[in-house]
């Protein structure tokens, strides 16, 4: 799918708009917060949940496709895009709750539920803490938090830093003053490093991220899901392995190895594909690939 034209509108309503498959730009109030969603196609629901330090969007290349099969629901999580940023609730057992009500409020009883990144977090939560809503779970590039994060190194290795925006991003109120009216430069920087070819994440959508995290409160927000991880790795050691289908897929150049050895504890029926010339960002470096394997995973 070719880049949008750096001119084209930002703002989700025409961004829904612009893809084929009659998607729409909603809201709803549900568990306390106010999710914004975008939606179209129709069959089975699937919802995509997106990470940080993106929006719904970073799905804009596989919409389409697999809104030909399936009803498609983009969530923005609490914190992210469109939706509310409170205070509270980072933790992603009650992020999950969110996306419980949304499918309560869509009059919706069960779906499948393609996370990536924190949302990759968000969906095995929901199907730890929701079985009966829930139908396949494919999780992108990332698993839950557990407890070998805790063990994670913050000093480069070989010249390479090591996820150090996940203590950067736990720094209470100094992120907000450095990034706020700047965020194009921490987005360009992660693009760098993360994607094996980072202009498959074109101007275009990095207007659209940017857009999304410049204000202190939306950095805040954003952050706030790494400052629960603890929390998450927790609730994760009284989660007993669940029994829903889950896929992973995982950058051949991003966290291929890491799902291997992750998943078989997380579930009963597990299985991990690596998706070839790809770094951490597969919706937008391999869409084709992630549809492919999604559309075989769910049926």
């Excluded at 034209?5 to 909603?26: I, K, M, N, Q, Y």
């Amino acid at each position: 799918m070719p880049e949008t034209r750096l001119d084209a509108p930002l703002d989700d309503a025409s961004l829904a708009a612009s893809l084929e498959g009659g998607f729409t730009s909603r809201h709803a109030e549900v568990n306390g917060t106010r999710l914004h969603y975008v939606e179209g196609g129709s069959g089975e629901p699937l919802l995509l949940l997106g990470g940080w330090p993106q929006t719904w969007w970073q799905f804009h290349k596989v919409m389409p496709a697999l809104a030909r099969r399936y009803r498609v629901i983009a969530v923005d999580l609490r914190g992210m895009g469109g939706s509310a940023k409170p205070e509270g609730g980072y933790d992603k057992k009650t992020m999950a709750a969110d996306i419980r009500a949304l499918l309560t409020h869509l009059g919706l009883e069960r779906a499948h539920i393609a996370g990536h990144d924190i949302g990759a977090m968000v969906a095995y939560a929901f199907a730890a803490n929701h079985p009966e809503a829930t139908g396949r779970v494919a999780l992108l590039d990332v698993s839950h938090p557990e407890e070998s994060w805790n063990g994670m190194p913050l000093l480069p290795r070989d010249g390479i830093f090591h996820l150090w925006w996940f203590a950067f991003n736990q720094v209470q109120g100094l992120p907000e003053q450095l990034l706020a009216g700047r965020y194009h430069l921490l987005l360009d920087w992660l693009f760098g490093q993360a994607a094996t070819d980072p202009a498959t994440i074109g101007a275009h959508s990095r207007a659209v991220y940017a857009r999304a995290y410049d204000s202190p409160d939306a950095i805040r927000a954003g952050n706030a899901c790494y400052r629960a991880f603890g929390q998450d790795i927790a609730d994760l050691a009284t989660y007993a392995p669940v029994a829903t289908p889950l896929l992973a897929l995982g950058g051949a150049y991003s966290n291929y190895e890491s799902l291997v050895e992750a998943l078989p504890a997380l579930g009963t029926d597990t299985r991990v594909v690596r998706v070839d010339d790809s770094g951490h960002y597969l919706p937008e470096e391999q869409p084709e690939a992630v549809v492919t394997e999604l559309t075989k995973f769910l049926g």
